[in-house]
Structure formats: C-alpha cells, structure tokens
T-cell receptor
Framework: DAGVIQSPRHEVTEMGQEVTLRCKPI?????LFWYRQTMMRGLELLIY????????DSGMPEDRFSAKMPNASFSTLKIQPSEPRDSAVYFC??????????????FGPGTRLTVT | KQEVTQIPAALSVPEGENLVLNCSFT??????LQWFRQDPGKGLTSLLL?????REQTSGRLNASLDKSSGRSTLYIAASQPGDSATYLC???????????FGRGTSLIVHP
C-alpha cells in the first residue's frame, strides 16, 4: 500500500483565498483524522471521521474550516477564507479498526500551508 | 480530558549512549499509547503501540513501557546513533475513544 496520500504537499496562497487540502487514507482503514501542527500549539486534532461520518469536530477552529469525507477513499479539508494565522502543516492520518481494537495511526506526509 | 506531557523538551547525547524519553498522562483509563518519530519537515512515523493490557513493546533497539497506575510511559533507545536524531512524540487514547492526545514531543540530537 502507498500509505496515506496528501495533496498538495505545499500550498502558498493569499489571505482571503479558498484552500482545499486532500487526503486518501490507506485502503481498508475506516477512521480518518485531520491534524494541524504549529510550533506554538503542537499537534492539534481538527476533526475525526469514522466510516465516513464526522464523529468529533470540536477541534475545528472556526466556521471558516470545513471537512468532508464523501467516500472511504477520499477526504477534504477546506479553509474559506484563509488567514495568515492558518499557516501550519496539516496532517491526515488513518486508522484500522479490527476486532482487537488495534488503532495504530498512520500519518500522511502533510501539507505545508502558507497564507500571506 | 486526557493531557499528555513529555519531558525533557530537548535532549542532546553522545553517540552510543542509552537513553530514556518520558511521557506522562493524566487519565489512567488509557486505551493505548503510541510512540512516533518525526523528522524535520516530515510526517509522523509510528514506532511502537502499547495496548492497555500490555506492559511493554520492543522493536530493535527501541523498548516502550506503559505503567497506567503511575500515568507514565517511557521509550528506551539503546546504543543511540546519529540517525536517531528526530523529535519523538507520544500519544494516548483514553477510555472508549479512539481519539489520541499528543504530547509536544522531545527533540533528540545524537552527536557523533
């Protein structure tokens, strides 16, 4: 398996523009997580999906952020409008949920977002 | 709410030294604890996962332990090498939730 795939790897945009980050989880994994990492705040969970359904979005900072998972192999995180304080590395991770409840997280390479 | 703390924030050791990284958590009803490695500008790579019913896990020169009663996990690295230089993060998932809480990490430098 290719692992968790994220695109783009780097995104530079101007304040006010819409940004869409994409994630393809590992095939067969049924939980997907979006995280944001900054020097100031470390790694923060934004939203968590289980079987394509959003379970916990309490980490989404504000209404400018939205996430979707239309099917088991694709998720998007959208920021509209973007602001300079959104600059961070955004990670997607997926987790298998077998009978033993093993939930080792597998991370993608991240998208480095810079909003000027 | 689970809180995870990692001390020290940074560590510099000479090559060959055995070292221990610490991770403490506040909720002892932890489901599992996972250790990750993050290289600069890269994503997180899973190193070891310890389930709540386990006391330790080993992989090569790495050994991770879990003590729920004291709220601690340690990552032991034997015979450290310059290639071990990275940031090491731990994450704990509490109770029935599969949502892990991450520590801020320990930045390790192993110098030749």
């Amino acid at each position: 398996d290719a692992g968790v795939i994220q695109s783009p790897r780097h995104e530079v945009t101007e304040m006010g523009q819409e940004v869409t980050l994409r994630c393809k989880p590992i095939s067969g994994h049924n939980s997907l997580f979006w995280y944001r990492q900054t020097m100031m705040r470390g790694l923060e969970l934004l939203i968590y999906f289980n079987n394509n359904v959003p379970i916990d979005d309490s980490g989404m900072p504000e209404d400018r952020f939205s996430a979707k998972m239309p099917n088991a192999s694709f998720s998007t995180l959208k920021i509209q409008p973007s602001e300079p304080r959104d600059s961070a590395v955004y990670f997607c991770a997926s987790t298998p949920r077998g009978a033993a409840g093993v939930n080792e997280q597998y991370f993608g390479p991240g998208t480095r977002l810079t909003v000027t | 709410k689970q809180e995870v703390t990692q001390i020290p924030a940074a560590l510099s050791v000479p090559e060959g030294e055995n070292l221990v990284l610490n991770c403490s958590f506040t909720d002892s009803a932890i489901y599992n604890l996972q250790w990750f490695r993050q290289d600069p500008g890269k994503g997180l790579t899973s190193l070891l996962l310890i389930q709540s019913s386990q006391r330790e896990q080993t992989s090569g020169r790495l050994n991770a332990s879990l003590d729920k009663s004291s709220g601690r996990s340690t990552l032991y690295i034997a015979a450290s090498q310059p290639g071990d230089s990275a940031t090491y993060l731990c994450a704990g998932a509490s109770g029935g939730s599969y949502i892990p809480t991450f520590g801020r990490g320990t930045s390790l430098i192993v110098h030749p």
